[in-house]
């Protein structure tokens, strides 16, 4: 065997080794463990609903049952790749889905640092050094999201496993620009799409513009449409279905307004927020590094310069100005890294380039090697800043209390309706069961019908508490045809008898404890059961469900 | 492009070659077999988790790869394919379902993969011209 297949065989070794054994360790060694997936988000909730409903259902668009809407033949418009892969996983393994989201994460990060070594073994021809730079890249990105902070992680790390294999092909495409080249490029660019649309779409954007920009004397605009009609005809059954959930969704629901919330960048409901920890996320300088090989390819600054301020002035200037859309602000907070890129890239070089004017000393030193130690403290950063996430907040659980969340899942029946008070997105630990959470910003709905049941003012009305339940909320396509479909909404917060629930939590809280102790004191009065406490919580069965719980 | 690596004229010299690059791939698969076998192992998970991986991704991306990458070395290619079909296979599937084939079934999983390998197999026989 030569010495390239023994590099090859030890890179593999040394990525698969890292990653499996540095994230299942500390699981005890379980490969398929859940934990943390799925914690703390409405959206990979339902996504673990939306897979298990199409692995049951042996199909890709049935409503699942336990949302209580019980709405057939409603298209999945998610992102199929994570439906189906985990779907296809379980079908044929056996191991079920809510166990698979995890491994699959973690065999995207291997495949993550995979691309990246090929990314740049093609760009610099040294494996070794390749080999570093996938890690640094591929390392910070993992621990970002390895507790599953922000809602959409899934969608995270599958649109980053295509970055760098897209980018291969792209860079083919630009130097031999032949129809399979363009075509191969196309092909991945619509699978790409599938993965988390908009960022797809704004990525093969923003990559055909560097196409444009780098090698506009040899590009052949006609090729590149192609590239672009063949990324649409992959992508179109899926964009079919993507574009009624925007767009009739819309219309049907009516409640797609304007930007509604100018916080976005400040207020900590919106995930992720941008601060100096996450700034410097690892998609931060991937970009970055790509914004470097642009400056580096053509001296003209104007037009990548143009392109993000562009992106930015979307993503952060309409905003605080009050103008935007759903899918353009709130949406594209995944993005706002993406296209920060090209201006930390621009920053970098800038800086480098003044170190190596203004300190004489400096100035035969290999710029490379300047961009190199920016790369590589940009990355040290980033891992500082992801470590110093607490393991234990309102966004993240400890291992005890997510003991607390898996005993419920496995010691209630599927389809049982599950009220919670105090929890955090708990939902996302109890697919196939109806979650109710109330919503503690609604004073009129929620906080005076708390208040009423603590102090004893027990009614009908007071038991009718604003509560939101796991799944989605308003305007999903269903189908009527192959390509048609109808759009049909559902509003999942509203008032509800919380004596329909089979089960009640009861957890701490800062604000409303004491009223939540009191409820639950007045729930036992009327003949619920206590079947599990902990440090944390407080299960109760309720044993007069539909009557008088309270 | 692929001609520096395979000569159009030793046709000989190709067939071996081809072989020689089948092969490869094949040690790639096992070699994933077998490394994800000591890690489930070590794991105490089911092993069927792996050939499913095979099944979804690694063969319909290796097709993809070959198809798209001829002038890369076999472990390249096994590599770059085996996480492109991370979407390659799933989509597939997707839009078999799409079209009202129950597809979310070891079967039809099984097509795929099988597809996949006779593709491999199919464009690793074609004969290049230079």
Redesign the interface.
Known sequence: MNK??LL??GF??LV?GIT??GE?RQYE????HDYPATINAADPASRTSDAEI??LD????YEPPWYAIGIPERIQSYA??M???V???S?????EIFDLYY?VGV??M??IA??W??YFRKQWGKPWLAAIAALILSYPLEQFNHYMLRIGEYANF?VA??IP?LL??FD?MIK?P?W??IA?FG??AG??F??YPTTAVMLVGFLLVYALIAHRSKMNWKKVIIAGLIMVL?AA??AIVFGQTVFLGKKAAGSFVLFKDPALLRSPSYEPSVDFTNLLTPVLYVLAILGIFVLLKKPSLRLPAILSVFFVFITLVLPALGIGEYYFTTRTRYLLFVFLYPLAAIGIFTAAQAITQFIPQLRHIDKNKVFAVFIAALAVVSIMGVRAISSDGPRMFSKEKYQDFLWVRQNTPNDSVILCFGCQQFEGFVTRRIVLQPMYWDQEKTIQPLLQLAQGNITNESRMLGTEYTGHSTGYPVRTG?FTFKMSGHESYAKRDICIADYFIIMGNPQLGEVFQAIGNRMLAKNSTVIRQSQYMFILKNNNKGGECV | MNAEKISPTAVGQSFALRCFRIKENALVAVSFLVLFWIFTRSAGQAFSIWYSFLAVMFFPGLLFAKWALPDWSAWEQALFGSFVGFGAGPIIIYYLSYIGLHSIQPMYIIGVAVFSIAGIILLDRKPKSA
Do not use: C, D
Request: glycine share 6%; aromatic share 18%; proline share 3%.
């Open positions: 390239e297949s090859w065989i593999i070794l698969i499996f054994f299942y060694g379980k490969i398929a199409a692995l042996k199909r890709l668009y199929p790749l439906l189906v892969l779907s296809s996983l079908s044929l393994s056996g191991i491994f065999i995207a291997a495949g995979i691309g070594f090929l599958f496993i295509f294999y291969i092909l083919r031999e032949s399979k080249n191969a092909i991945l699978i790409q599938t993965t992959v059954p899926y192959l």
